[in-house]
């Protein structure tokens, strides 16, 4: 005989079980498709908060409702002016239509691999039918900033009518008229890198490289001849004020030779014997030292002081 604790227990588990699968919560975050037998049903739950479902036969599927993260993975691609560059991109989605989107693409795995094919195709596409100026470039800067050197003339950097904001609102709004078919709305995209692919970049690098030093080899004439011109108008200077100098010492001795011959001619004009004895005690002063030696006639005019000395 079966107690008759046993039917009440069994129908509690079942009402227990019932609302346990028959219940579910809607959190903010979150938005929910109910399928029942892999099909949807009804329309998407957007609202958060306690919801019923039938049952063992109905199934919640939840979707975030925040924005989500697409990274895509480096491409090689080529510019229209034919320059193979890498370029890796990043995007920002978010789930606009939950029941589109669980009927293409069901989760979403699906949805990063089909926004692979999207956003990547996109980029694709818009790249190959700009320039490399233009991918790099955002806008045109203003002419007194963009003067450069180009091959030891003074350039400008050409002008371009397409800059990379514009290029990604480009791929942005192909790719989001192909994402909105599935349920997904594009955000945002941008490029966070972009560089030449490993086989250009050395041959960049060494122009680069070569540029600077002709600059630098430039710049280092240019620096001598000036210091040559420097040095040039230094010993010319020098010179003259070398010149300048010896002329007015000239003109100086000049004058106090003068100045000292008409004080000699006053002198002598006074007294010619005073004069030619001063003169001779100069000369013998100048002349005679202890180790002189003068070989000369007796009756020499230079020694009629020396023979009035001995007669005294």
Known sequence: MIPKWIIPAVIALLVVLVL??????????????????????????????LHLKLPFVQIANRF?????????DPNQIPTRDKRFIWVDTYARWRISDPLKFFQRLRDEIGAQSRLDDIL?????????????????????????????????????????????????????????????????????LRFKRINYVEEVQQDVFARMIAERQRIAARYLSEGE??????????????????????????????????????????????????????????????????????IMTTDAEFLKYLKNSRAR
């Not at 409702?65 to 895509?72: A, M, Q, V, Y």
């Not at 233009?134 to 002008?159: A, F, H, M, Q, W």
């Open 20 to 49: 346990f699968d028959g219940l579910y919560i809607v959190y903010e975050t979150e938005q929910v498709i109910i399928t029942q037998f892999g099909e949807p049903v009804g329309d998407p739950i957007m609202e958060a908060g």
């Open 64 to 72: 975030d409702k925040r924005f989500l993260e697409w990274d895509g």
């Open 120 to 188: 990547d195709g996109e980029t694709r596409n818009a790249i190959a039918r700009h320039d490399l100026v233009e991918v790099v470039r955002s806008s045109n800067r203003p002419r007194e900033e963009i003067l450069i050197d180009t091959e030891g003339e003074t350039g400008i950097l050409e002008e371009i009518e397409t800059g990379r904001d514009q290029i990604t609102r480009e791929v942005l709004e192909a790719a989001s008229v192909r994402a909105q078919d599935l349920g997904i709305e594009l955000l945002d």
């Open 225 to 294: 001849g000036e210091a040559a011109r420097i040095r040039g108008e230094k010993e010319k200077e020098l010179q003259q004020i070398t010149s300048e100098a010896y002329r007015t010492a000239q003109e100086i001795r000049g004058q106090g030779d003068a100045e000292a011959a008409q004080i000699y001619a006053q002198a002598y004009n006074r007294s010619p014997a005073f004069y030619s004895f001063t003169k001779s005690m100069e000369l013998y002063e100048n002349t005679a030292g202890p180790d002189t030696f003068l």
